[in-house]
């Protein structure tokens, strides 16, 4: 077996999940092109896939390619789903889509969410203090790091509240379908998941189709009623189940990775909460070191491309990886160590050109405005045992993380 294959499979498994990136050197000391397995190349440093993201003659895995290569694609709700939201569609369809949704979702109506999510994020440690009283260790996975960033876009969305907490199972299940080689059992759960959402998003823009209200679900139906160019009902329900998919199981795990990151490195602590570390830069570095999304694919839109002098198999494409990229010593000093004092980092971790993430500034306020008040508020807050990582490769981050909230 060749060296590239041996390193994508050995990162497929459960072990390389606490520590990838010894894997991803590997692959990068090997070429900035690796082909693995028959029909794909790994692109591993960080110019190769800052500039492979904004290359027009590759894009992401859309419909066609699903079509061509799974035979049983249309039969998964969960990968027509995702397909069908902006995602995993290509120019020009891409363009006029995520236009739209972001005429609605924009950078003022994020910037107007500060102070909801200052609020959210004091409630929410007061639930977490009366949960962790007297010493109880708390999972704080469970208790913050899912419930901020699902409450926020919730928020956003228009998603009721009591509404709000079953989502993070369905989510858990749908985002298996994003993973590069999920089993047919995982991606009947995915579908099951899908499923559910779409039904349920259905009926609230059924509902805020009938009396509007000032959420984003309401503006995305009017986009689909009022504008000229119009959402179509299927890609409404395709990006709305994207929004809250994509909405926190990533910022979740970013909330989470940055915490463990915090008591990896005991220094960082006291710089937050004195402000000698600014929370930006802070997760900044958070999102370079342990990215919570560690890979992305593209494929080859003509025939007869290479990457690095390393041709493109035409029925296959390319594994970013994003994770490898942000530690590659050719672009950062010191790439494995953990430095939030760094500047111009520019992680690779929102992806970039067109598909670049319509939520990262969303996510950074997320993570800027709840890691800071979370270490003030408690002020010994310590590891109640071991965090549990999720066996992920593409998304990175835990499963539990106990705390103990006072000594
Ligand atoms: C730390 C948190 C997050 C990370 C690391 C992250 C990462 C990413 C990445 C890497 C992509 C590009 C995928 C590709 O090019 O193949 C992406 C796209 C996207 N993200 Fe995020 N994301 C985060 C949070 C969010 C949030 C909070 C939202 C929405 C509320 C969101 C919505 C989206 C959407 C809609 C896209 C698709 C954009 C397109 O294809 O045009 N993300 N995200």
Redesign the pocket.
């Known amino acids: 077996m060749d060296e590239g294959t041996e390193i994508i499979n050995a990162l497929m498994s459960p072990e390389a999940a606490a520590d990838p990136y010894p894997l991803y050197r590997r692959a990068r000391e090997l070429g900035p092109a690796v082909p693995v397995w028959d029909d794909m190349l790994l692109a591993t440093d960080y110019a190769t896939v800052h500039q492979l ?1 904004r290359d027009p003659k590759f894009g ?1 895995p859309a419909r066609e390619h699903h079509e061509a290569f799974e035979p049983t694609f249309a039969e998964h709700s969960s990968l027509v789903t995702i397909s069908n939201s ?2 995993w569609t290509n120019a020009p369809h ?1 363009a006029r889509v ?1 236009s739209l949704i972001a005429s609605v979702f924009t950078a003022r109506r994020i910037a107007l969410l500060a102070p909801a999510v200052e609020a959210a994020v004091a409630r929410m440690l007061d639930e977490l203090a009366e949960l962790g009283a007297g010493g109880t260790p708390v999972d704080f996975m469970d208790t913050f790091a899912f419930r901020l ?1 699902v409450g926020v ?1 919730c928020e956003l969305l228009g998603v009721p509240e009591q509404d709000r907490y079953r989502f993070r199972a369905l989510a858990t299940d749908l985002t298996v379908a994003l993973e590069v080689l999920a089993g047919s059992e995982e991606l009947a759960a995915a579908d099951e998941a899908t499923e559910e959402l779409r039904g349920y998003f259905a009926e609230l823009a059924a509902q805020r189709r009938a009396h509007p209200r000032e959420d984003l679900v309401s503006a995305l139906v009017q986009v689909v009623d009022g504008a000229e160019q119009r959402l179509s009902d299927e890609e409404l329900l395709a990006n709305l189940v ?2 809250l998919v ?2 926190f199981e ?2 979740t795990n ?1 909330l989470g990775n940055g915490l463990d990151l915090v008591f990896r490195h005991p220094w960082t602590l006291d710089g937050l909460r004195t402000g000698r570390i600014a929370p930006a830069s802070f997760t900044e570095e958070v ?1 370079r070191y342990e ?3 560690q890979l ?2 593209r494929v080859p839109l003509a025939a007869g491309l290479s990457v690095a002098g390393v041709p493109v198999p035409e029925k296959g494409g390319l594994f970013l990886l ?1 994770g490898g990229a942000n530690r590659d010593g050719a672009r950062y000093v010191d790439p494995d160590v953990f430095d939030p004092l760094r500047t111009d980092s520019q992680p690779l ?3 970039g050109g ?7 500034q ?2 950074k306020l997320e993570a800027t405005t709840a890691l800071p008040a979370l270490l003030n508020r408690f002020p010994t807050l310590a590891r109640a045992g071991e965090p549990v990582r999720r066996a992920r490769l593409v998304l990175r981050g835990f499963e539990s993380f106990p705390l103990l909230l006072a000594g």
């Open positions: 993201l992401v902006i995602l891409h995520r960033p876009i994207l929004l994509a909405g990533t910022t970013l999102l990215s919570p999304v992305t694919t994003l971790s929102f992806g067109v598909h670049y993430c319509l939520g990262a969303l996510a």
